[in-house]
């Protein structure tokens, strides 16, 4: 592992269902995040949490709820999803500035199917 | 905000190849440019990255190249393997993840 987990690693849910993703990251980073990654399209920015803080929501339905208890855990809550929800789910941790800043360290990801 | 554009979408070369990947950048104030590499099933990983005091870093087979001035830089790989084979994506920032600008990737396939 590389210091950050992501459970479970799939997850196939009715669009009546309520689920949540759970990421853990044990290299002391300050700032955590979600993104979604669908088939040929970018990553997409969903969730920026800087000190337990939510720091950015892009436009993200209501279905997606996160919640940030510790700088250590991140979790998205999942509800009346919708086919086109179906994508990997990547959490990511970094170190935020001040110093110099060296990126994401990402989850291995929750491949989500809402049937 | 930020806009970062990433080309080819597809790269096939042949083993001991090299392979060459590109984008742009529209925010001039952006100063740090990683590169992350996804295999098939894993999660993307850093790479390689550069910063914006510096217009080429190296290691290894890898390297990026830099210009600020056009906005944008590079990844290059040399000699390239099976195991390159992946999809690529570079990103843009103003030196803080929550202004981390991904490219839409390439795909590079290494003909055996």
């Known amino acids: 592992e590389t210091g950050v987990t992501q459970t479970p690693r799939h997850l196939v849910m009715g669009m009546t269902n309520k689920k949540s993703l759970k990421c853990e990251q044990h290299?002391?980073?300050?700032?955590m995040y979600w993104y979604k990654q669908s088939a040929k399209k970018p990553l997409e920015l969903m969730f920026v949490?800087?000190?337990?803080?939510?720091?950015e929501n892009n436009s993200v339905p209501s279905r997606f709820s996160p919640e940030c208890p510790n700088s250590s855990h991140l979790f998205l809550h999942l509800h009346t999803l919708q086919p086109e929800d179906s994508a990997l789910y990547l959490c990511?941790?970094?170190?935020?500035?001040?110093?110099?800043?060296?990126?994401?360290?990402f989850g291995s990801g929750t491949r989500l199917t809402v049937v | 905000g930020e806009n970062v554009e990433q080309h080819p979408s597809t790269l096939s070369v042949q083993e001991g190849d090299s392979a060459v990947i590109k984008c742009t950048y529209s925010?001039?104030?952006?100063?740090?440019f990683p590169w992350y590499k996804q295999e098939l099933g894993k999660r993307p990983q850093l790479i390689i990255d550069?910063?914006?005091?510096?217009g080429e870093k190296k290691d290894q087979r890898i390297a990026v190249t830099l210009n600020k001035t056009a906005k944008h830089f590079s990844l290059h790989i040399t000699e390239t393997q099976p195991e390159d084979s992946a999809v690529y994506f570079c990103?843009?920032?103003?030196?803080?993840?929550?202004?981390?600008?991904f490219g839409s990737g390439t795909q590079l396939t290494v003909l055996p």
């Open positions: 990511a941790s970094s170190q935020e500035p001040p110093g110099n800043y060296y990126g994401y360290t």
């Open positions: 290299l002391g980073h300050n700032a």
């Open positions: 949490y800087n000190f337990k803080e939510q720091t």
């Open positions: 925010d001039s104030a952006s100063n740090y």
């Open positions: 550069i910063r914006s005091n510096v």
């Open positions: 990103a843009a920032s103003r030196g803080s993840a929550r202004q981390l600008t």
